[in-house]
Every structure is written in structure tokens, then in C-alpha cells.
């Protein structure tokens, strides 16, 4: 019987071989869903153990976590000792082995997590070298920053996009807008308020048919594709933001800068020489989503210091309060704020308030 490995090659050669057109468009979304149910099956480690692999182990700290993914020596650990060395210090964290190398960096009040991973090579996502314990990793981050060497193709920023692809990483991308649940019986019943240009219930049903789902209401509130199906089916798709690092300018000329500044995501720097660091983390910041709010205890000026950094989507008055002390909320009475998410200066709120950056909170709890 042929490995996993083997039936994955041969389901990429038939679908290379295959001309695309309207005709063959059901057999290949086919194909797909046979793909991703062997590579869900070649990347989940044996024993039912999810984790990341032994050696790659890092406590997760600080408000978020990015992680460094490239080809090896194209500078991830000098931008990582640049990085941390510059705007912080390199952080200590118990870990296995220093297979992974940690780091923080402060920025605008907020401590980020660097995790400057071993570098990946082409077939990761098939089990070539340390590749599958390194993207594991990757999948619990925040935020990818992919480092391509400038002087190389960008062929590299392709093979890696794949790798983290055949990972279930979607970089930059939002999960369709589609609902799906199985049921008992009635078949295969599909709405689509939205209209579809790729898709028509026989796709639908080939597809689910193949991870034997002949029953089930399927809602397209996006024009999706058989992939959009195949990633809400496989239900292990993570969606993370990723900056392309194009290291080592100093090596080119003003004209090929000009050209690589147009690259979605991206960001020319010099790691060595520490050149762009502040657009860096500029967009960090901004791919990150993190929103600072300042605490005021009763009867004093606010706490400037030493912000609450809440994620984007996740930044109600109860779960500031969460993040201060689980306790708080057993005796929370209501919120007093000041900032842009209130319009009389300061206003009290209750707990399902949203919270917006830089406002200023004090908690009053019940006598």
C-alpha cells in the first residue's frame, strides 16, 4: 500500500496533469479535499498529542507572540538579537532545548514575544527536516514575520507561503463567511445569499461526499471556493497575520528599493545595520491589533506606565477587568471611562462596554 507521502505525490501529479476548466473544476475540488484529508492525517502526530514537538516547547508570555519563519541564514537571529537588543532585553524563558530562541521586545507599552525558529526548508509541511515541530509553532503566534534574504527570488516567499499553507496557516486572510452543520438526514441543502461564481450544489456535494457527509445545511454568505469549503470542513485552519521582512537593503540599489516597497505586507530592512526598524514595528503594532488602556485608581492621576494591552475583538470593560484579576468581576459594580469609546468625559459604563485605545478606566466595586 503506498505511504501517505506517496498518495500525496500522486494527487499532485494527476492534478498538474489535469488541464483547468468548467468541466473539471468538480474534480478537482475533489482532489482537494482528498489532499487535505492525507495532509491532516500526515501532520497529526501519532498518539493524539497536538504539541508542538520536543525541543520547541516555549512558555508563552508577554501580550503577544510572533514568530520568525525563513530559509536558514537569512538573518532571523541577528534581527532578533537587533530587535530585542534596541527597544528591550533579551528576555530568559525556560525552555527544552535552544532549538527556539525567545526573545521580547517592549513597544508602546506592550511586551511582544520573539520566537526566532529554526530555519524551515522546502517539504516542511511533508516532514522534511524539523519542519512540522517548527510551523506547530508557528500556528500559536500572533503574528508571522516571514524573513526573505532581498538578494534571493522570490521564489522563497512562494515555497514558504505553501509550506505554512499545507500547515492550515492562512496568512492574511479572514475565515470565509460560511456555515456549515452536519445533521441526521434530509441531504445536502445549501443557501447562498451571496452570489457564487465558482461554486454549484454538485461541487458542494462531491466534496463533502468525500469525507462522507451526505447530510448537512451549508450557508455561502461569500463568493466561496472549494478550498473555503474544504478549510470550514476540516474545522484546524488558523488565521494569522504575516509581514514579509525583505532583509539585507544595504546590498541594493535605490531603484530595486523603490520596486520592492510596492510588495503587499512587506517591509525592506537591514537587519544588521538595524536600518527600518521603526516601520517595523510600526506595522507590527498595527497587524497586531493590541489596544492600550491606562488604569486610575479612585483619587489619583492615571497609570501611564504600565498599560493593560487588550486584543482587538476582545476589548469589553469585563475583559479588562479579567485581565487585572479574575476576581474583580465578582464584585465589579460598573466602570468609570475616559477616552474615544465614551462621549460625556468620563462616563460610566458596565461591563460589556467596548474599550478603544489609550482609554483611561477606573473600576468601582460594589460596597
Not at 526573505?148 to 496557516?169: A, N, Q, S, T, Y
Request: with cysteine; net charge positive.
Amino acid at each position: 500500500m503506498p505511504t501517505i507521502l506517496e498518495q500525496i505525490a500522486d494527487i499532485e501529479a494527476e492534478m498538474a496533469r489535469t488541464q483547468r476548466n468548467k468541466a473539471t473544476e468538480r474534480h478537482f475540488g475533489v482532489l482537494k479535499a482528498k489532499l487535505a484529508k492525507l495532509r491532516r492525517e500526515l501532520i497529526t502526530p501519532k498518539g493524539g498529542s497536538s504539541g508542538p514537538g520536543e525541543g520547541f516547547d516555549v512558555a508563552k508570555t508577554g501580550d503577544a507572540r510572533i514568530g520568525f519563519v525563513g530559509f536558514p541564514s537569512v538573518g532571523k537571529s541577528t534581527l532578533l538579537t537587533n530587535l530585542a537588543g534596541v527597544y528591550s532585553e533579551v528576555a530568559s524563558y525556560e525552555f527544552t532545548t535552544l532549538t527556539t530562541v525567545p526573545g521580547v521586545v517592549r513597544y508602546k507599552g506592550a511586551r511582544i514575544q520573539l520566537l526566532d525558529l529554526p530555519g524551515i526548508i522546502e517539504g516542511a509541511k511533508d516532514g522534511k527536516g524539523r519542519g512540522r515541530q517548527v510551523i506547530a509553532v508557528a500556528r500559536t503566534c500572533s503574528l508571522i514575520f516571514i524573513i526573505l534574504d532581498v538578494l534571493k527570488p522570490l521564489e522563497h516567499k512562494r515555497i514558504i507561503e505553501r509550506e505554512l499553507e499545507g500547515f492550515g496557516i492562512r496568512l492574511n486572510k479572514r475565515p470565509p463567511n460560511i456555515s456549515f452543520k452536519k445533521k441526521e438526514k434530509g441531504g445536502i441543502n445549501m443557501t447562498t445569499p451571496a452570489v457564487q461564481s465558482r461554486l454549484d450544489l454538485e461541487m458542494v456535494r462531491s466534496i463533502l461526499a468525500e469525507y462522507r457527509i451526505h447530510n448537512a445545511d451549508i450557508t455561502l454568505r461569500c463568493d466561496a471556493t472549494a478550498d473555503d469549503i474544504i478549510d470550514v470542513v476540516e474545522g484546524n485552519r488558523i488565521y494569522i497575520p504575516a509581514i514579509y521582512l525583505l532583509n539585507k537593503i544595504d546590498q541594493i540599489s535605490i531603484e530595486e528599493l523603490d520596486i520592492i516597497y510596492k510588495i503587499p505586507h512587506a517591509v525592506p530592512i537591514s537587519a544588521h545595520h538595524k536600518w527600518n526598524f521603526d516601520d517595523l514595528l510600526e506595522k507590527m503594532w498595527s497587524y497586531l491589533c493590541l489596544i492600550r488602556i491606562y488604569t486610575k485608581p479612585k483619587g489619583q492621576l492615571p497609570d501611564y506606565s504600565a498599560p493593560v494591552v487588550l486584543q482587538d475583538g476582545h476589548s469589553g470593560v469585563e475583559d479588562f477587568c479579567n485581565t487585572l484579576h479574575k476576581s474583580i468581576m465578582k464584585e465589579f459594580k460598573h466602570a468609570v471611562v475616559w477616552g474615544s469609546s465614551v462621549k460625556h468625559q468620563p462616563q460610566k459604563v458596565g461591563k460589556d462596554h467596548i474599550l478603544q485605545d489609550e482609554d483611561v478606566v477606573q473600576v468601582v466595586k460594589k460596597i
